[in-house]
């Protein structure tokens, strides 16, 4: 049979070394999981469609194929599974023909002339994984799928094979995502097995990154990224260059060999990079790894070409006692830093409640000035006192602690509750500075975008993207690198006590192929977390409608305001007419000032 896809494509069906043994071990009765945790085309797919073909052959049996979506699971099956097949005089007279009336083939199973049958499953929809009996599961790409309510879907997918006890046969395989998710947590359950290659030198070791040298060239911007015409391997005992040809010697030679003693019993674990590919060189590795660091995009390189989970500061705890020592006495609503430019208001609607957060900001510093509560019954009217108070409390007058007016540039509401659509479509068409918002399902496109679809004008939001600026801020902050921020994000001493327990209420996880932020297990409240979302967005949003030098605008502003404020000391009634002409004066940007 031959290869029917990939860079094999068109080759006879040989395994690389490191192939063999866990194809093999699929046969050992001893064996009761195999987990594959490995860099994309290197050994997942072409060991779990060997152990396939071998049972198709030579141990007839019900099995199932999952992954994590419905299209990864065609794709397998017509795209490599059922081809590959074709390609077989031994494999081909096993299945039915697909348009044979007597054999039940369709998108969920697939069955074979002896009466046998191939499930395939989306691992992501775990009511289907209910109703079958098999001995063998072969799992794909396990890092993408989700832990429902219903649990987690390995282990649903494993259950449907325990009435075969010790016969049962589970193989878990997956280019790992991050720490602990689903394959690497399997793995460090597992045994496992690296593989190790012997030098001509006489030592034997496993492959690493470290191990490559190459020098750094600077670009014409400025950045120095990795020279991959400088690429060299280098063995770790005796420094010597290893060429090409001696690297696929070596791996040729090499064993599997398990480096977890505490590993489960018959639970048999792989982890290969690709620097044990045939199929590519160091240099082109090198060249992947200059693009990943030019495009701040590690964690491609380390799932992909490494086979390895990455940790990156979005996945890190945030640690609650430093987040509270952020707190700064010197601010808040009353007494808002001189050099503030401008206000923006988050306000998130719950049934009893509309809770605001108000951020000032100048070129530096984005401050928390307060967090507050507007409580009413039934919030999703707009007869709710809560809106009536909150209307009052955005349209003060913000002072400076010098006395300058601070103009209020936007007011972000949120109107994802669908009970207060209406209400909030109202409540926002009450002053110029409100907006409509929503947070958009998807993690990529514009950080906010106009939609107009609902038939007035409703601001989407891209919160995945500033939920990662937030921990990338909040990070920095608690790092010695705090001064070397863009922009600081600064928190008032009078925010709510549990303040921060809210801000990093959320973390990172798979969820229909992607990474999004969900509440972590336990956490209840995330609202200021949204509010402080809106709020930095609201900032980006209002900045947008200055003109290309939103800051110079609001510096004048601010030397305007400071010169009125002077002169209100002095004689109140001239500041009317004067105010009329600084509006005409200041071009496209006065209204966002004016009240
Ligand atoms: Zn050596």
């Not at 005089?89 to 348009?99: G, R």
Request: proline share 4%.
């Amino acid at each position: 049979m031959k290869f029917v896809d990939g860079p094999n494509m068109g080759l006879d069906w040989l395994p690389f070394s490191f192939q063999k043994e866990p194809m093999d071990i699929a046969q050992d009765r001893s064996t009761k999981k195999i987990v594959l945790q490995s860099c994309s085309q290197l050994l997942k797919t072409t060991v779990l469609q060997s152990i396939a073909f071998n049972l198709m052959a030579n141990d007839p049996c019900n099995f199932a194929f999952g992954s994590s979506s419905e299209s990864e699971v065609k794709k397998f099956k017509d795209g490599k599974f059922l081809p590959a097949i074709e390609t077989s005089s031994v494999l081909k007279p096993l299945v039915t023909d697909k348009n044979d009336k007597n054999a039940a083939n369709n998108s969920k199973q697939t069955q074979m002339i002896n009466g046998t049958f191939i499930y395939w499953l989306n691992l992501n929809t775990p009511g289907n994984l209910r109703g079958i009996t098999t001995r063998v599961v072969l799992l794909d790409e396990v890092s993408t799928c989700e832990i429902t309510d219903e649990g987690n879907p390995i282990k649903l997918a494993e259950a449907r094979t325990s009435t075969f006890g010790s016969d049962s046969l589970v193989v878990v395989s997956s280019t790992p995502l991050y720490k602990d998710d689903l394959i690497n947590a399997e793995y460090n359950l597992s045994d496992k097995r690296r593989y190790f290659i012997t030098h001509i030198c006489g030592h034997e070791y496993t492959f690493e990154w470290e191990q490559v040298a190459f020098e750094f060239k600077t670009l014409e911007n400025g950045r120095a990224i990795p020279d991959s015409t400088t690429t060299r391997l280098i063995c770790p005992h005796c420094n010597e260059e290893i060429d090409e040809h001696t690297r696929h010697q070596m791996i040729d030679g090499g064993r599997w060999i398990a480096t977890n003693k505490e590993g489960e019993p018959g639970v048999v674990g792989y982890q290969i990079s690709r620097m044990y590919s045939p199929l590519n060189t160091i240099t082109e590795m090198v060249s992947k790894f200059a693009d990943a660091l030019y495009n701040f995009n590690l964690q491609t390189f380390y799932n992909n070409e490494l086979g390895l989970p990455y940790e990156d500061e979005y996945q890190k705890e945030l640690d609650i006692l430093q987040l509270e020592s952020l707190r700064e006495d010197e601010f808040n609503l009353h007494n808002i830093p001189e050099s503030t430019l401008g206000i923006c208001i988050s306000v998130d609607q719950q049934l009893d409640r509309n809770e605001a957060s108000i951020l000032g900001f100048d070129e530096k510093n984005i401050y928390v000035l307060g967090h507050e509560f507007f409580y009413g019954h039934d919030c999703t009217k707009i007869e709710s006192t809560a809106w009536a108070d909150l209307d009052k409390f955005c349209r003060q007058d913000f002072r400076t602690v010098d006395g300058r007016l601070v103009p209020t540039l936007a007011v972000f509401v949120d109107s994802s509750n669908g009970n207060a659509t209406d209400t909030v479509k109202k409540f926002t068409a009450r002053w110029a500075k409100y907006h409509p918002i929503k947070g958009s399902s998807s993690t990529t496109g514009d950080l906010f975008k106009t939609s107009t679809q609902a038939g007035y004008q409703l601001q989407i939001l891209n919160v995945h993207d500033q939920k990662n600026t937030i921990r990338k801020l909040l990070n920095l902050m608690l790092s010695t690198e705090a001064d070397n921020a863009p922009v600081k994000l600064r928190f008032s001493s009078t925010l709510p006590s549990d303040y921060f327990e809210q801000v990093s209420a959320e973390e990172l996880k798979p969820a229909g192929g992607k990474l999004v932020w969900r509440l972590k297990k336990g956490q209840k409240r995330n609202e200021a977390l949204d509010c402080l979302v809106y709020g930095m967005i609201a900032i980006v949003y209002a900045q947008s409608q200055l003109g290309t030098q939103p800051f110079r605008k609001l510096r004048e502003h601010k030397v305007q305001e400071s010169t009125k404020y002077n002169i209100n000391k002095v004689e109140e009634p001239i500041t009317k007419p004067e105010k009329k002409q600084t509006r005409r004066r200041t071009g496209m940007g006065s209204n966002w000032f004016g009240k």
